[in-house]
């Protein structure tokens, strides 16, 4: 008898494992609701490094002022 021919499969990345895990634990509106969460989290921090860095500016314009 042969043996079966051996495929290459590709190994799944830490996040592809990560995210079947949480589909497993998860119903789809938790998953939904977490990267949702997750998306408010980035555009914050975005948001407060922009407020950051347009105080930044005020301060070195008035500082130039006369």
Do not use: H, Y
Not at 24 to 49: C, F, H, I, P, Y
């Amino acid at each position: 008898m042969q043996a079966a021919p051996v495929r290459a499969t590709a190994i799944p990345s830490f996040t592809d494992a990560l995210r079947a895990v949480e589909s497993l634990l998860m119903s789809s509106g938790q998953r939904t609701a977490r990267r949702n969460a997750w998306t408010s989290v980035l555009e914050d921090r975005r948001r407060a490094k922009d407020r950051v860095e347009a105080q930044q500016v005020l301060d070195k314009a008035l500082a130039s002022r006369p």
